[in-house]
């Protein structure tokens, strides 16, 4: 299997709920992960309330693992992350999702398999399950009330992991097209204090430079493309020609 194929592996450990379990999916999915296991659900599996709270992410209901123990389960991964926000006691790194995405991508780059384990939704997992992994992931959360449903948890992690290794760019030009080049927005300034100039705007001497230094920040900051200098022009080209009657 090649890199690119890895993802993280999402275990859910004695899920309880079949309707969690779909949303846990669809959670998943929205974020292009697709291995989910299944470790001793309480209700057996299939589970038919799972289905309809996938929400369209059946691909990953319809592939689902069932293992009887934790580590039937973990048994091909290669590192694995416990989530919780209970202190264990135990000699382990805790790291947060954000953390824990970036660790992930450099595993499977070098062609390890992760895995997250999820406990149940009432009582989370045992000091057992935590013990079998590797890294405690615990998210940043209001310290008074720290408690995350099964599916907001899988989409907190599965999201980290998204954006991590996604390539759009954190700031996306408002215009596809891209802006206008700085003759364009020059030109547009210009056009517009000649026509101020006409009509007197500039009429004292001693705020003509600051009044046109806040004309040209306003043009500026506006952030035109090429099309809309165009279309600015042309406004003031047809204001300067005075309304027919």
């Known amino acids: 299997m090649s890199n690119k194929a890895i993802k993280p592996a999402i275990i859910l450990v004695r899920p309880q709920l079949g309707e969690n379990i ?20 309480r209700d057996g599996w299939p589970n038919p309330d799972a289905g309809p709270s996938a929400a369209g992410a059946g691909v ?44 992930m991508h450099g595993m499977i780059s070098s062609g390890e398999r992760p895995a997250i384990l999820f406990g149940p939704e009432r009582s989370g997992m045992t000091n057992d399950d935590v013990a079998l992994a590797d890294t405690i992931l615990t998210a940043p959360v209001n310290p008074d009330y ?5 599916a907001q948890a899988v989409i907190l992690v599965s999201y980290e992991f998204f954006q991590r290794g996604d390539a759009t760019p954190e700031h996306q ?16 300034m210009e056009h517009i204090e000649g026509e101020l100039e006409q009509k007197g705007y500039f009429r004292s001497e001693g705020r003509r430079d600051s ?6 920040n306003l043009i500026q900051n506006a952030g035109f493309s090429s099309q809309e200098v165009q279309t600015m022009r042309g406004i003031v080209k047809a ?5 027919k009657r």
């Open 173 to 188: 030009p408002s215009h596809p097209e891209g802006l206008a080049d700085k003759a364009e927005i020059v030109g547009l």
């Open 211 to 216: 009044q046109r230094r806040t004309i040209r």
């Open 60 to 103: 990953v209901i319809d592939e689902a693992k069932v293992f009887e123990t934790v580590e039937e389960a973990v048994a091909d991964c290669t590192h694995v992350y416990a989530t919780t926000v209970r202190e264990r006691g135990m000699p382990k790194a805790v790291v947060t999702p954000a953390e824990a995405a970036k660790q």
């Open 22 to 41: 779909g949303k846990a999916a669809r959670a998943m999915y929205n974020f292009g992960l697709t291995d989910l296991r299944l470790v001793a659900p």
């Open 239 to 243: 204001l300067a020609k005075g309304q």
């Open 146 to 150: 720290g408690s995350l449903n099964l």
